[in-house]
């Protein structure tokens, strides 16, 4: 089978790279540190680069994760715990984490979660009440909805049906 091979490029090189690599799409840490493992670049090296991008602004992890909540709240429709969870895999702050997600709109929010739930029940066939629910109970629950807003929403969205 065909595997990949490792790439060996120098520090210099790098460092360079991922400056493009940055001055195109923001990056946090964690991704820029992934990238140069795959390049086989040191440890030391990694730091070094890191904390010269860090310097540089072409790193940080405050304007990424506003970009990256704002993004994935907007155009992929996702809830805050969501969006938490996939920012702590990259190794960001719950500091961070926190300060972006109360930028987002409280009846924002829930008017958002509101017409996901309406569409999803649109494309629904049950008839039993029980069942839509917990359809769309797991259906806010994937997106990353908090499970007390959900239920509201949801007990809501159905007391309208009858």
Same mark, same amino acid.
């Given at each position: 089978m065909y595997k990949k091979k490792p790439t060996q490029i120098s520090s210099k090189a790098a460092l360079s790279?991922?400056?493009?690599?940055? @001055?195109?799409?923001?990056?946090?840490?964690s991704d820029i540190r992934k990238k140069l493992q795959d390049w086989n670049i040191s440890a030391d090296d990694q730091d070094e680069i890191i904390n010269s *991008?860090?310097?540089d602004k072409f790193?940080?992890? @405050?304007?990424?994760?506003?970009f990256y909540v704002r993004d994935k709240y907007r155009f992929n429709k996702w809830g805050r715990i969501k969006i938490s969870y996939h920012l702590k895999h990259k190794q960001i702050q719950e500091r961070i984490i926190?300060?972006?997600l109360e930028q987002i709109n409280d009846q924002e929010y829930k008017e958002n979660l509101q017409d996901l739930l309406q569409s999803k029940l649109r494309s629904l066939k049950d008839d039993?009440?029980?069942? *839509?629910?917990t359809k769309l109970y797991r259906f806010a629950q994937s997106r990353g909805f908090e499970s007390q807003l959900s239920l509201n929403l949801i007990n809501d969205l159905l007391s309208e049906l009858k």
């Open positions: 790279k991922v400056q493009f690599i940055c @001055s195109k799409q923001e990056k946090c840490c *991008l860090m310097e790193i940080d992890e @405050s304007r990424f994760t506003n926190n300060e972006a039993d009440p029980y069942q *839509l629910k």
